[in-house]
């Protein structure tokens, strides 16, 4: 009945299935345990009428026209240019940490005198991780990276990771550098902005096609045996000849034969407030202060116009796969060498793609992961059928 099983419905599942139907003609199943598709992408309507994001703010930005050009055909978009800010000593900065952020939190003439140096070391409109700014040899320099480390940066991360900054890998600290520039976007990404009607609205319009078929509340393995020897498939006890797309936990797959890989997970608790407006912008992090990290207002992100409002505490927190979601791979070099022995299991098994955050253990933003798909789709789907 099927050429393509694909587990998972979010980014590189609806993705590699729209793809694999419309460009090859060929029938796919997407196998979801959640009951909706969408991924951590998923919004929805609340009872207020606000379009609230399910798994926490998803801001799409992409220097990418390729994706950009993609996902167009399935949305229209709202442009919007995020911006974050930081309550740094009692007052909301702009995060991350730039040239006006430094005016807001030193004197003018301390500020000058910073920027100057900063300018002249490293020049103008460059972005440079808190780690690699730690280690300039200037006295002026030195205090103030250990004041952006020590105000923003530490307590944020061990909110947020339960790790110092050092314990972990440099492309998960280097996701929020110092910013040397003027500009106080979150992102500076040539194309910006929201679905005009939600993501979910999105993957409805990229999964509208007759050769899919979507099963939801559905663990994979309820409906499909897999011999990790020979890497037979069965589907409803049938034998499968064609492809499976995996994208759940690479570790789940086989079982935790090698051990579980850690997760971060997140909990989140909605708030909706009888006024128009609660903050100034976006996102507000709180790196010192409170047990959450950040709080997001809808309404700057959807541009509706109503008298309440509803917002989003962000609460960072261990990851149980009994009790709650992995949402970000703790990368570190343990996790990395455990991770490998799964990928070593995986690329012995022919007729499984294994993509994405989890089947992949790595941190995507959305047009990575989907340029990620369709990069998949060219090189392992649509030329095995050339």
């Known amino acids: 009945m099927f050429n393509y099983i694909i587990v998972g419905a979010g980014f590189v ?68 240019q995020h911006h974050v800010l930081g309550l740094i000593d009692g007052k909301k900065v702009p995060i991350p940490f730039n040239l006006n952020t430094l005016y807001e939190v030193f004197p003018n003439s301390l500020a000058k005198k910073l920027e ?14 808190i780690l690699k700014l ?6 002026d320099l030195q205090f103030l990276a250990n004041y952006i480390y020590e105000k923003i940066f530490l307590n944020y991360t061990i909110k947020q990771w339960g790790v110092k900054p050092e314990d972990l890998d440099p492309t998960v600290t280097g996701r929020v550098p110092v910013y040397i520039s003027r500009d106080n976007r979150y992102f500076q990404d040539q194309f910006q902005g929201m679905p005009k009607y939600g993501y979910t609205k999105m993957f409805e319009n990229m999964l509208d096609h007759s050769y899919i078929k979507i099963l939801l509340n559905t663990d994979y393995k309820e409906v499909i045996d897999m011999n990790l020897e020979t890497g037979e498939i069965k589907l409803f006890d049938q034998k499968f000849e064609g492809k499976l797309i995996y994208t759940g936990p690479i570790d ?18 909605f708030e909706t407030i ?5 903050q100034e912008v ?42 709650n979601e992995p949402y970000y791979p703790i990368k570190n070099e343990e996790n990395l060498i455990l991770f490998k022995l799964y990928k070593k299991e995986a690329d012995k098994l022919d007729n499984v793609i294994f993509a994405g955050r989890l ?10 992961v989907v340029a990620k798909a369709l990069k998949i ?5 649509y030329k095995e059928k050339l």
């Open 116 to 129: 100057e140096k900063l300018i002249k070391h490293f020049g103008f409109n460059v972005k440079i991780p």
């Open 13 to 80: 599942g609806s993705v590699l299935a729209e793809r694999i139907a419309t460009q090859l003609n060929k029938k796919v199943i997407i196998i979801e345990k959640r009951n909706h598709i969408g991924g951590n992408a998923y919004d929805y309507y609340n009872k207020e009428g606000i379009l609230v994001h399910k798994y926490g703010p998803h801001i799409f930005h992409t220097r990418s026209k390729e994706v950009w050009d993609y996902l167009s055909q399935f949305t229209e978009w709202l442009i919007y």
């Open 359 to 368: 089947a992949e253990y790595q941190y995507y933003d959305m047009d990575a």
């Open 274 to 278: 009888d006024m128009e407006q609660f």
């Open 252 to 269: 789940y797959f086989f079982n935790y034969k090698h051990g579980n890989l850690p997760y971060r997970s997140l909990n989140f608790k």
């Open 282 to 323: 976006g996102t507000v992090n709180y790196p010192n202060n409170y047990s959450f990290t950040r709080i997001t207002e809808f309404k700057h992100l959807t541009g509706q116009k109503t008298n309440k409002t509803t917002i989003v505490k962000e609460f960072s927190q261990e990851y149980d796969p009994n009790k």
């Open 134 to 139: 730690r280690e300039v040899n200037d006295d």
């Open 377 to 381: 789709f060219k090189e392992k789907i």
